[in-house]
């Protein structure tokens, strides 16, 4: 069976700066990847590589097996759900309908409102917060409300951009667990980037380590503690060397 989606000898330059030299990775159905690595790395020129906002110099990306071009990537997106650093809820809108955006396309609002309110209850959200507009959140609300958006046309593939980012641990911890919940309820595939070694602990099967351009490491996330591969050796223990 092929990988859900996968990565071959991707490669990403920006002028002289060669952020990408051939990353090569696969999911599997159902399995949530954690790609780490220091600031600067490449991990969100990969992600965006893959979601189609930037082109590859060179390498494919392949979806069920197949190149992503214009016939499959129509496919493809429609299927997948993102949950942004930021949140990036639309200030204009209410919260209902930032998380019913894409429904809102094919669905009524009656019916698209209803879903939205039984996303955001699934993230610990009350059905008080859906006529809300997001300046009327805090950090913590918003990042549920932007991880019901993700969840919302239930999607195959869901891509999380550091999920914790500016959360305090408490908050951190709480959209960890949902995430971990979330892949394992619905058996959705999970592609997480991440610095913060608490997410990766929580939330991966699997993880995937960038260092130069390349994946320097993979593997289970409980084989990752015993990994003898320097760099990660050195980023799970947050040692500098000059």
Known sequence: ???????????????????????????????????????????????????????????????????????????????????????????SLTVWQNVAFRLRRRLGDAE???IAVEKLARVGLGPEVADLHPAALSGGMAKRAGLAR????????????????GLDPIRAARINALIRDIVTETGATAITITHDMTTVRRVADRVAMLSGGGVVWQGDVAAMEAAHEPHLHDFIRGIWRP
């Open 150 to 165: 993700a969840i919302a046309a239930d999607p195959q593939v869901i891509f999380f951009d550091e999920p914790t980012t």
């Open 112 to 114: 698209a409102r209803r």
């Open 1 to 91: 069976m092929s990988p859900v989606l996968e990565t071959r000898g991707l490669c990403k330059a920006f002028g002289s700066q060669q952020v990408l030299a051939g990353v090569d990775l696969a999911v599997e159905k159902g399995e949530s990847l954690v790609v780490i690595g220091q600031s600067g790395t490449g991990k969100s020129v990969l992600l965006k590589c893959i979601l189609g906002l930037e082109t590859p110099d060179a390498g494919q990306v392949l979806w069920q097996g197949k190149p992503l071009d214009r016939r499959t990537r129509a496919a493809f997106l429609d299927g997948f759900g993102m949950l942004f650093q930021g949140a990036a809820l639309f200030d």
